[in-house]
């Protein structure tokens, strides 16, 4: 009576499925059922390794009486299975791309992991574009992932805990990491956090970063998104945590630094030389994009005098019949520019980029011919979206666009003072910033000596022997000296 309980629950648990199929079989005595769903399980597998020893079983003429206790210790077929007792769990599996074998006489029903689900070939990576280096990116499917990265890192301490997360989605979320190599607490820290989230869904592992923040509200990342498998296995060896959701080609790693995340892969594949000068050029125009614009309307505004006199007299003359003081002219042009940056993404890929460009001169061309904002505001205006762009994490280029605009406004009030006062308070509160108890600062604030070498400078992996302070627990050393 139990068994048809179970049985009759799960079938009207999965009541309005269209897709379930329902496969019957009548091995001698016992009326067998194969429940799955087709369009999310290895059909051809099934068919092989499930049915066609049921089948076989069936044209016997003498049933063999150690059938049942075969199919219960897993030794009557080939795919490794399971028993389970609970409805619940039997349809969550059905759900999820196993498939459920109900023998009468058996107490609930024998699960296989089928699943099947359509997925996309590795390719390149699109957002973190390295020349040197490899190409290969995450994809949607987390298992492929997971393979990805252990073919980069071929050790058993490399460790994977797994969570389920979403009421509807049940989403598996997997947390990776070097035991040995990252700090227990900040282990600690994640894995109860991820413990606690109880939402409906998780689509994207975006959703969950906000839960694993130290300062939610801040504008600053925390955390750093990457979608190259390389990229997280330095970062695992360099002591840090990778969080890794199937459905999403992204990945989330922790802690992390505003130096970290002012770098790229390439970094590490090109030549020292060339990989420190790209660093001091990325810095460079990323205190453009932050300040350009605010300094070149608070030296218009109040502070003329510092400006060249032929230099001074060319944005006069370019400004004399504009109807706008400079801050509201350059409110209007750096909004228009963000409003064109977010047409040329969501625009579809062919017209994307030709909409944007062809969309910035036009409309840049015609404000000057009409007197609106002035030629020299609308260089200064794409130089710093330029610069916005080389910065190569885009939740970090994010976030100084939006400080650009209170920085430009305290530039456009109060002149230079204004913008040194913005300085100061942004970096007061970065210096005070935590990502998962790592100084965001690290390693100019708190100053560490031994890691300023792979900061705003990369020297050679040969003088590169220890592993970062912010990350690294007792196992210091990554290289023998």
């Given amino acids: 009576m139990e068994q048809d309980n179970i049985y009759e629950q799960v079938r009207a648990n999965l009541l309005g499925v269209a897709d379930i199929i329902y496969q019957p079989f009548q091995i001698g005595p016992f009326h067998c059922e194969l429940i799955y769903i ?48 609970s409805p619940e769990a039997i349809v969550d599996d059905i759900v999820s791309g196993n498939a459920a074998l109900y023998i009468e006489g058996i107490s609930g029903m024998i699960h296989f992991a089928l699943q099947n689900y359509q997925r996309r070939s590795v390719a390149e990576s699109t957002n973190e574009v390295v020349i040197v280096g490899p190409q290969e990116a995450f994809i949607e499917d987390i298992h492929v992932n997971m393979s990805l990265l252990r073919h980069k890192i071929k050790h058993p ?3 994977m805990i797994k969570f389920t997360i979403g009421k509807y989605t049940k989403t598996e979320v997997f947390v990776v990491y070097i035991q040995g190599l990252c700090k227990p607490d900040i282990l600690e820290n994640v894995l109860e956090s991820l413990g606690n989230i109880d939402m409906d869904s998780s689509l994207g592992v975006s959703y969950l970063s906000e839960f694993l923040e130290d300062h939610p509200l801040s504008p600053f990342p925390q955390y750093q998104y990457t979608e190259r498998p390389d990229t997280v296995a330095a970062a695992l060896v360099e002591g840090r945590i990778g969080v890794m959701q199937d459905g999403t080609p992204f990945s989330l790693l922790i802690p992390v630094t505003f130096f970290s995340l002012m770098q790229s892969s390439e970094d590490y594949y090109q030549r020292f030389y060339s990989a420190s000068f790209i660093r001091l050029i990325r810095l460079l125009f990323a205190f453009i994009a932050f300040l350009l614009p605010s300094f070149y309307v608070a030296v218009t505004t109040f502070h003329p005098e510092i400006i060249p006199t032929n230099l001074l007299i060319t944005i006069a003359s370019a400004r004399e019949n504009i109807p706008f003081p400079a801050l509201i002219e350059a409110l209007i042009m750096e909004v228009t520019f ?34 609106i904002v002035s030629a020299p505001l609308v260089i200064v205006v794409s130089i710093t979206g330029i610069a916005a762009f080389i910065i190569p994490h885009f ?23 204004g913008i040194v006062i913005s300085i100061y308070l942004i970096y007061w509160y970065m210096v005070s910033l935590r990502s998962f108890g790592v100084p965001y600062m690290q390693p100019f604030a708190p100053l560490v000596l031994r890691d300023i070498k792979d900061t705003i400078v990369r020297v050679p992996w040969f003088l590169m022997k220890k592993r970062p302070a912010a990350y690294e627990d007792a196992n210091k050393k990554r290289q023998k000296t």
């Fill in 338 to 371: 963000e409003g064109l940056r977010e047409a040329g993404i969501r625009i579809p890929k062919p017209l994307g980029q030709t909409v944007s460009i062809i969309g910035g001169i036009v409309i840049g061309q015609a404000a000057v011919q009409a007197g």
């Fill in 157 to 159: 301490d490399l460790k």
């Fill in 38 to 85: 087709q369009s999310i399980v290895d059909t051809p597998t099934m068919r092989e390794a499930i049915v066609k020893p049921l089948l076989e079983e069936a044209s016997r003429n003498e049933i063999d009486h150690q059938f049942i206790t075969r199919v219960l210790t897993g030794s009557f077929f080939t795919l490794n299975s399971h028993h389970s007792n």
């Fill in 395 to 417: 939740e970090l280029g994010l976030a100084f666009r939006l400080l650009r605009f209170p920085v430009l406004f305290m530039g456009g009030t109060l002149g230079l003072f």
